[in-house]
């Protein structure tokens, strides 16, 4: 059984755009998140949700709207892709307040913009 | 904010052991992960450590936790070509937060 599932896994699309990734987690986990991952790596939080309400908005460009339909839901809609939205981006969830305090992450979504 | 600083590599012979350093800034943090990355997957909790702890040992893993310095490493015992990998570091501020800090990742590389 899959904890968190994203789809799809390889996303090509043209510069303009407009492409949502889904993600949904079977934990009974009350949040949610989505990172990204740059070229070299490096892993940045993007959206926190706690039972459908959004927690953490970074500075992330208004073309990047998540959308919670309930909480084992997590989507990420993007507007008007461009060239530097290509990346890997990772859905994960956790049960903050528990002793174990693991985030589960998702296989992540390959996306490129051409 | 917080930060976490890794060196982004690390080159080690396989049967030798690998130690992984981190260095993190928000003295409230309350519990330190260490993430294992492989090529084209996603990332594995490899272990974790509460900030009241200074080490924790898990088979050939074994974390250690200097809270004055705000120092957290990882050593690998007897590596193997498997554990080429790449290995984030992550904090929490506490109990309630949604969010992991990670650092820049260390990419570890295992010489068969």
């Known amino acids: 059984d899959t904890a968190v599932s994203q789809t799809p896994k390889y996303l090509v699309t043209q510069m303009g755009n407009d492409k949502s990734i889904k993600c949904e987690q079977n934990l009974g986990h009350d949040t949610m998140y989505w990172y990204k991952q740059d070229s070299k790596k490096f892993l940045k939080i993007m959206f926190s949700?706690?039972?459908?309400?959004?927690?953490i908005n970074e500075t992330v460009p208004n073309r990047f709207s998540p959308k919670s339909p309930d909480k084992a839901h997590l989507n990420l809609h993007i507007n008007s892709l461009e060239l530097g939205d290509s990346a890997v981006y990772f859905c994960?969830?956790?049960?903050?307040?528990?002793?174990?305090?693991?985030?589960?992450f998702g296989q992540g979504t390959r996306l490129t913009v051409v | 904010g917080e930060d976490v600083e890794q060196s982004l590599f690390l080159s080690v012979r396989e049967g030798d052991s690998s130690v992984i350093n981190c260095t993190y800034t928000d003295s409230s943090s309350t519990y330190l992960y260490w993430y294992k990355q492989e090529p084209g997957a996603g990332l594995q909790l490899l272990t974790y450590i509460f900030s009241n702890m200074d080490m924790k040992q898990d088979q050939r893993l074994t974390v250690l936790l200097n809270k004055k310095d705000k120092h957290l490493s990882l050593r690998i015992a007897d590596t193997q070509t498997g554990d080429s990998a790449i290995y984030f570091c992550a904090e929490k501020d506490g109990a309630g937060s949604y969010q992991l800090t990670f650092g820049k990742g260390t990419k570890l590389s295992v010489i068969p």
């Open positions: 994960a969830s956790s049960a903050p307040g528990t002793a174990n305090t693991e985030a589960f």
């Open positions: 949700y706690n039972n459908k309400e959004l927690i």
